[in-house]
């Protein structure tokens, strides 16, 4: 995950919010590699440069202390590099890989998504309704599936989101502002709090959740109830708007493209490959945030050490010299899988198999259960955000039309 950054009265700034997808398209071919003036910092748009960046851990990194992530979290996996990251990834990595995750949480999120839609259209297969999904289906379906992963209950559901947005915005106080820095310290005291209750409790008692594994790791590989907490409030804050983004990012895609939407309704095997065409096409996360450790150059540009560099996935998903006619989605492109909305390199994210689990659990039972999905008329279909790319607000229909 990227910093978010906060807007600016700056032309550069107001084309890449208005429309980064020719913005980013512009400096492919013109600048892959442009100073941000306005954000003191680089933008780099070309696959290749983003691929290499991101497994270059030789000249540029993610720990300093000069982030604000850093500063809002401590250390944890995203802010160190090299044998202490891995030190501390490799102690939850098992708990994340697809076997696993699916044998802990599959059933789970199947139960949770289908309660969720109980809420929205009544038990069963709907007869006809309309909803605004984000709200009150794919935000909180994210924050359950990670209570439920961490052994925390369901009812933590309104403290684990106002926790989610200090922290959204403690990440985009770029001003430094001390009231928000203050607000977050606390915010993270009482997650730490919280996470140590259940860490106390598993050591007694082990439940077989994440926590529980890395408590009662080996004595010599195992971290310190510190280093729990600060990878569990790294682990949490990746999970939520990222998996919400990427169930709205596909609904605005079945409904978008009445094509792509009945071919999915008559094979549901294609599921996945409207995910990944997805991650490619909308990425949810724009950016990846590096920091030049010596000076380097990129594309015939020189990088300094101690400048910071935005690597633009979502514009290294759209570079024509991987994918032909990025701009088109494509359900059946070959390469659909060598985007990098997940990153590459060794901070690649952890819960990639998490988040496509929940997404193609959600995405199924909302195709048998909502015949006829569709955008509620008058209610346009749009897609904001410069650093997570979703639909503000998703009103659908379905079911037979009044
Ligand atoms: C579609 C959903 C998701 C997207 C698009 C996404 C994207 C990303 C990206 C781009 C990174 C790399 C950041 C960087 O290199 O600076 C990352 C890292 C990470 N993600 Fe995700 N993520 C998603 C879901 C999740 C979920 C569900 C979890 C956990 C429950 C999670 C946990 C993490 C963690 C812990 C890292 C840091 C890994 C490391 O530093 O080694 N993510 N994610």
């Not at 259960?369 to 009103?395: K, M, N, W, Y």
Request: proline share 5%; aromatic share 8%.
């Amino acid at each position: 995950m990227a910093v978010m950054v906060e807007m600016h009265d700056d032309p550069v700034i107001r084309a890449l919010e208005a429309d980064p997808e020719a913005f980013h398209a512009r400096l492919r071919q013109e600048a892959p590699v442009f100073r941000l003036e306005a954000w003191g910092l680089w933008l780099v748009t070309r696959y290749e440069d983003v691929q290499a960046i991101l497994r270059d851990t030789d000249n540029f990194t993610t720990g300093t202390p000069a982030s604000l992530l850093y500063d809002t979290f401590g250390a944890h996996m995203l802010t160190t590099d090299g044998v202490a990251q891995e030190r501390l990834k490799s102690r939850f990595r098992g708990a994340f890989a697809p076997a696993a995750i699916r044998a802990a949480m599959q059933e789970t999120v199947r139960r949770l998504s289908e309660v969720l839609l109980d809420g929205l259209t009544g038990p069963g297969v709907a007869g006809q309704g309309a909803a605004e999904w984000r709200r009150q289906f794919a935000s909180r379906l994210p924050v359950q599936s990670i209570l439920s992963l961490f052994g925390l209950p369901l009812e933590e559901e309104p403290r684990l989101r106002r926790w989610y947005d200090g922290f959204e915005r403690a990440l985009a106080n770029f001003a430094w502002r001390e009231d928000v820095r203050r607000q977050a310290r606390e915010d993270v005291a009482e997650f730490h709090a919280l996470i140590q209750r259940h860490i106390d409790r598993v050591r007694g008692l082990p439940d077989g959740s994440l926590f529980s594994q890395a408590v009662h790791d080996n004595a010599e590989d195992r971290l310190s109830d510190a280093e729990i907490r600060q990878n569990a409030a790294i682990i949490f804050f990746g999970g939520i708007s990222t998996v919400e983004a990427i169930i709205l990012n596909c609904l605005y895609v079945l409904v978008g493209q009445p094509r792509v939407h009945a071919a999915v309704r008559a094979d549901r095997s294609r599921l996945p490959d409207l995910l990944e065409e997805t991650l490619r096409w909308l990425s949810p996360v724009q950016s990846a945030t590096r920091h030049v450790a010596r000076d380097v150059r990129v594309a015939g540009v020189t990088l300094k050490a101690g400048d910071t560099v935005n690597c633009m996935l979502g514009a290294a998903n759209r570079d024509p010299a991987v994918f032909s006619e990025p701009d088109t989605f494509d359900l059946e492109r070959s390469n659909a899988r060598r985007h990098l909305a997940f990153a590459s390199g060794p901070h690649f994210c952890l819960g990639s198999h998490f988040a496509r689990l929940q997404a193609l659990t959600a995405l199924e039972q909302i195709l048998d259960r909502c015949p006829d999905l569709r955008p509620v008329a008058g209610q346009p279909l749009v897609i904001s955000g410069v650093e997570f790319r979703q639909p503000p607000a998703l009103h659908l229909a379905w079911g037979a039309s009044s």
